[in-house]
């Protein structure tokens, strides 16, 4: 769904600014350009996906511990890992909806929600055993040696990336068949969540793992199933990270566009994340149906971190800065700089707004860190988990208002912002 912005006539231009530290931003603030913002979003692109990589790398060094030596201790440091993966992933979401080449690659790594069946096992009591919807529903990857996809018999006797990413994948075309990225590794991590809306993650046991002492059968094909998951998270985020270096696809696509046809690309990340994706999506409609399984992190209760970090992409964004998992920082020209050239106050109420929804946020983690995780905080008759989950929704919907003036101010064409039922159309959402 899209919410689309009166179209108004464009006039924004300026020569590149090429010093890019704080103190030159601070010295040269008049030279700050549309040209010289759209470089450095596409400068912090880069930074944040190849954290992502390399984040995605240590992650599978902790999982070749874990089957060298398939202890608890090495399974919960492999967890911690993916954690710590996701932290600059989700700072790189701000970047999907304005740019076509991350959009259409982004169901690869971070595609939600999953009908974990297609995987591994389930519990039949809580999952139910068949689904009309999808063929697939408990095909059980691991457990089985061959699979009809789509009316032809699949070999699936060898479990590969390619096997993932070729035939696994949105199987028989259906979306829910979410075989491959960050959810699909999620679950062998930390296998189902089976405690509803009460508090706890899922408890799969090492063991699973375990060729010596394994439990629920087929650990052998778990464990190759879980590296070439991984492996393929890598080889595909490899791929994004070498689109936004110099001569890469995405940096080509973006700088080949007019310096204002840039600014909206970025805008366009930032209020389709904040309000359709983020607010509705991934926040709003999970709280309207007080259901787990529409939580975004599912399987380790992590949701209230990939929200929060998505929601500092999008700050990120607009402040032209990035923090680096090895503590050193991305800043340059920045659309906080053009804004506060044109319009001080309206620059000032932009960054206001980021933070409220930082705050908001942060008090879901806070939340989180007293085992008010946020499957729990959505829970029916949760009155102050679900106020909690409304603040960050509203901050949100409050910052997107605030986005569509910074277009507005900037003087920028019609942008189309994604959308949501729970947000737009809240009836839809129990019509369906």
């Known amino acids: 769904m899209k919410r689309l912005l009166t179209p108004i006539a464009i006039c924004v231009t300026g020569a590149m600014l090429t010093a890019c530290s704080p103190a030159a931003l601070k010295n040269e603030s008049s030279a700050v350009s549309a040209d010289s913002v759209v470089v450095h979003y596409a400068d912090i692109a880069e930074a944040v996906y190849t954290d ?49 080449i991350v959009d259409e690659w982004e169901g690869k790594v971070n595609a939600w929600p999953l009908d974990e069946g297609l995987i591994d096992y389930v519990a039949a009591d809580s999952y139910g055993t068949e689904s009309d919807l999808n063929p697939l ?33 949105e199987a028989d075309g259906v979306e829910a068949n979410v075989a491959s990225g960050y959810h699909a590794i999620e679950f062998l991590l930390w296998g189902q969540d089976l405690n509803g809306t009460n508090s706890g993650a899922g408890e799969r046991p090492a063991t699973d793992f375990d060729l010596n002492n394994c439990t629920n059968g087929h650990c ?79 399987f380790s209760d992590n949701t209230h971190w990939s929200h929060y970090y998505d929601a500092k992409g999008i700050k990120n964004a607009y402040l032209g800065e990035y923090k680096r998992v090895d503590g050193s920082w991305v800043k340059g020209a920045s659309l906080s700089n053009l804004v506060a050239k044109q319009d001080p106050q309206l620059d000032t109420e932009m960054k206001q707004k980021l933070a409220e929804t930082e705050a908001a946020a942060q008090a879901m983690v806070d939340a989180a860190a007293k085992g008010q995780t946020f499957d729990v905080l959505i829970a029916m008759n949760n009155i102050k988990g679900n106020q909690l989950v409304q603040n960050f929704v509203d901050s949100l919907v409050n910052e997107t208002r605030t986005t569509e003036d910074v277009i507005h101010a900037l003087k920028l064409e019609g942008i189309a912002l994604e959308g949501s039922d729970s947000l737009d159309n809240p009836s839809a959402v129990f019509d369906n």
């Open 137 to 169: 529903y408990t095909a059980n990857v691991i457990a089985s040696t061959s699979l009809m996809i789509g009316g032809v018999k699949v070999d699936t006797n060898q479990i590969t990336p390619e096997l993932i990413a070729d035939h696994l994948q």
């Open 220 to 298: 052998d094909r778990r464990r190759a199933y879980l590296v070439a998951a991984t492996d393929l998270l890598i080889s595909d985020l490899e791929e994004m990270a070498n689109n936004w270096k110099q001569g890469g696809a995405a940096r080509v696509a973006l700088l080949e566009q007019t310096p204002e046809q840039g600014l909206a690309t970025i805008l366009t990340g930032m209020g389709s994340l904040a309000y359709g994706e983020l607010g509705g999506e991934r926040t709003k409609l999970g709280l309207m149906l007080h259901d787990p399984e529409e939580e975004h992190d599912c």
């Open 52 to 100: 992502s990589l390399t984040t995605a790398q240590t992650l599978r060094a902790s999982i070749d511990t874990l089957l060298a030596n398939p202890t608890e201790a090495n399974l919960q440091a492999a967890r911690t890992a993916w954690i710590a993966a996701r932290v600059p992933y989700q700072q790189s979401e701000v970047y999907r909806f304005g740019n076509p």
